[in-house]
């Protein structure tokens, strides 16, 4: 069974940057779809990056440019590097591992960006 331990939220001005990680243990890590979403108070959970088994990349509109999706399947660690980051950039982010052996949630690490 898939474990996932979330790490690197925390404040930052806007404008600043932050890089999150997502460490898993388990088996078929290199088989899966791994994704970063975020919730923000009072707004449902939403996409923003996601990268796939083989490389496939997607980003939510309001990050493209901003944030970068990547993964190392020997670490068994997906990151998102988050630049030039925004007020509304601020949530609470989740990492997902989607894979042949099910879908798990890390625990939620919370970004705050100031103004």
């Known amino acids: 069974q898939v474990q996932l331990v979330e790490s690197g939220g925390g404040l930052v001005q806007a404008g600043g940057s932050l890089r999150l990680s997502c460490a898993a243990s388990?088996?078929?890590?290199?088989?899966?779809?791994l994704g970063w979403y975020r919730q923000a108070p009072g707004k449902q959970r939403e996409v923003v990056a996601l990268?796939?088994?083989?490389?496939?990349?997607y980003y939510a509109e309001s990050v493209k440019g901003r944030f970068i999706i990547s993964r190392d399947n020997a670490l068994n660690t997906v990151y998102l590097q988050m630049n030039s980051l925004k007020p509304e950039d601020t949530a609470v982010y989740y990492c997902n591992v989607n894979g042949p052996y099910g879908n798990r949630w890390g625990q939620g690490t919370q970004v705050t960006v100031s103004s």
């Open positions: 990268i796939g088994s083989d490389g496939t990349l």
């Open positions: 388990g088996i078929g890590f290199s088989r899966s779809a």
